[in-house]
């Protein structure tokens, strides 16, 4: 059996931390203190780390774990990111023994050209670290690669089982809400979900993980194919109403909103 816990970091970060009552692993440690941290308080031994993508605020920490704990780092081998000792590609495994877990690494580019995902079908339900490319109620920015990757990406994703978690890296769903709503304004899902988050973060609890069906219930970057949403878009002078260029009018509108 195990667990999977936010350890809070910086601002608005996620480092979670898959573990049972003797070992952790821990996925994208921007910064080390918590970590160690969490691990002495709760008598846990660090086994491996997860690296989504190499923006500092997932990377910044590996050095200093590792100087504690010698583990293997998994993700996807990149020039900028130094720490990785386990290359990981698309249809790779890592098996994870003492959880016993398998997961699938999935390529998601169009956050940064290596982020990848680490999708574990075999648990129940199935659960996906999916980094800075889908979040509660919205998704990264294009940084390197092409707003269309990042949409297909997006639609991989969505293409996995409803039920699956996805444990994404921020506290961003409250505001990615606001945006929704701006979108999609008669839509009830999304209106029962701006409610539900506003109660968690009054209570300082944690929006996600999020199911898939949520998502594609209430996020608009996985909606591009609703009429409300192509309507608010017409209104902004949108003219071609492909789904790709839905998408990329949703988050050019994202950026400036």
């Given at each position: 059996?195990?667990?999977?816990?936010?350890?809070?970091?910086?601002?608005?970060?996620?480092?979670?931390?898959?573990?049972?009552?003797?070992?952790?692993?821990?996925?994208?440690?921007?910064?080390?203190?918590?970590?160690?941290?969490?691990?002495?308080?709760?008598?846990?031994?660090?086994?491996?780390?997860?690296?989504t993508h190499?923006?500092?605020?997932?990377?910044?920490?590996?050095?200093?774990?590792?100087?504690?704990?010698?583990?293997?780092?998994?993700?996807?081998?990149?020039?900028?990111?130094?720490?990785?000792?386990?290359?990981?590609?698309?249809?790779?495994?890592?098996?994870?023994?003492?959880?016993?877990?398998?997961?699938?690494?999935?390529?998601?580019?169009?956050?940064?050209?290596?982020?990848?995902?680490?999708?574990?079908?075999?648990?129940t339900p199935?659960?996906?670290?999916?980094?800075?490319?889908?979040?509660?109620?919205?998704?990264?920015?294009?940084?390197?690669?092409?707003?269309?990757?990042?949409?297909?990406?997006?639609?991989?994703?969505?293409?996995?089982?409803?039920?699956?978690?996805?444990?994404?890296?921020?506290?961003?769903?409250?505001?990615?809400?606001?945006?929704?709503?701006?979108?999609?304004?008669?839509?009830?899902?999304?209106?029962?979900?701006?409610?539900?988050?506003?109660?968690?973060?009054?209570?300082?609890?944690?929006?996600?993980?999020?199911?898939?069906?949520?998502?594609?219930?209430?996020?608009?970057?996985?909606?591009?194919?609703?009429?409300?949403?192509?309507?608010?878009?017409?209104?902004?002078?949108?003219?071609?109403t492909s789904?790709?260029?839905?998408?990329?009018?949703?988050?050019?509108?994202?950026?400036?909103?």
């Amino acid at each position: 059996m195990y667990k999977i816990t936010a350890i809070p970091a910086f601002q608005d970060n996620y480092i979670w931390a898959i573990h049972n009552d003797s070992e952790a692993v821990v996925v994208d440690p921007g910064d080390a203190a918590p970590v160690l941290a969490y691990l002495a308080t709760n008598h846990l031994k660090l086994a491996a780390i997860f690296c989504t993508h190499r923006h500092n605020d997932h990377v910044g920490g590996i050095e200093k774990l590792r100087a504690v704990y010698n583990v293997p780092v998994y993700g996807r081998r990149h020039e900028k990111n130094p720490h990785i000792t386990h290359a990981l590609l698309e249809e790779d495994q890592v098996r994870l023994n003492a959880f016993d877990l398998v997961f699938d690494i999935m390529e998601i580019p169009g956050h940064l050209d290596d982020h990848i995902a680490f999708y574990a079908k075999n648990s129940t339900p199935p659960i996906l670290f999916c980094g800075d490319v889908l979040f509660g109620g919205g998704c990264g920015k294009s940084f390197e690669g092409s707003v269309a990757q990042l949409h297909h990406s997006l639609q991989r994703i969505s293409m996995l089982p409803d039920a699956t978690l996805a444990y994404c890296a921020h506290e961003y769903t409250a505001s990615n809400l606001r945006f929704a709503v701006v979108c999609e304004p008669d839509n009830a899902a999304l209106k029962s979900r701006v409610a539900d988050t506003a109660r968690l973060r009054d209570a300082n609890l944690s929006t996600v993980p999020s199911t898939l069906a949520l998502e594609k219930a209430t996020n608009p970057f996985l909606r591009c194919t609703e009429m409300a949403i192509i309507q608010s878009l017409q209104q902004r002078g949108l003219t071609d109403t492909s789904e790709s260029e839905v998408f990329a009018a949703l988050r050019q509108w994202r950026d400036s909103f």
